[in-house]
């Protein structure tokens, strides 16, 4: 009885940061040092992801009837969670980029909007650049041609007017 009492706050701790979850990637940390996992927890803090290490039984109980409980099987050794909040590609593009020097950091796996996806899965939405990124080249790509029309219109203005005198 005590022992489920224990573990009643860290289940709830777990469930808090599902319920706002966009996306969970589980890593294996195994191999990084003090320093480069202080640096890590830096870089996810400042991309908005909450980064933790649970006990893998908490992180079973708090998925369960979730879509997040597709993680199940992952849950075997040391695992941290990465849960992705306002950007649902933002845990896997830092841990990512930071595994380039911290090879020790392996993807497990990881939910993202509800679908699951293993090792090789994750690597590739950690390419899918962040929604800000892809708001902005949309918005580049759509105002391209009014650009281009108002340059080609106010050509053909200025030659009319010298063609005039």
Known sequence: MAKIELKKPVVDEIKKYVEDASSVVLVDYRGLTVEQDTVLRKKLREAGVVYKVYKNTMLRLAFDGTDFAQLDPSLEGPTAVAFGIDDATAPARVIKEFAKDAPALEFKAAVVEGTYYDAAGVNTIADIPSRD?????????????????????????????????
């Open 133 to 165: 990124v892809l708001i902005s080249k949309l918005l580049g790509s759509l105002q391209s041609p009014v650009t281009n029309l108002a340059r080609v219109l106010s050509q053909i203005a200025e030659k009319g007017v010298s063609a005039a005198e």
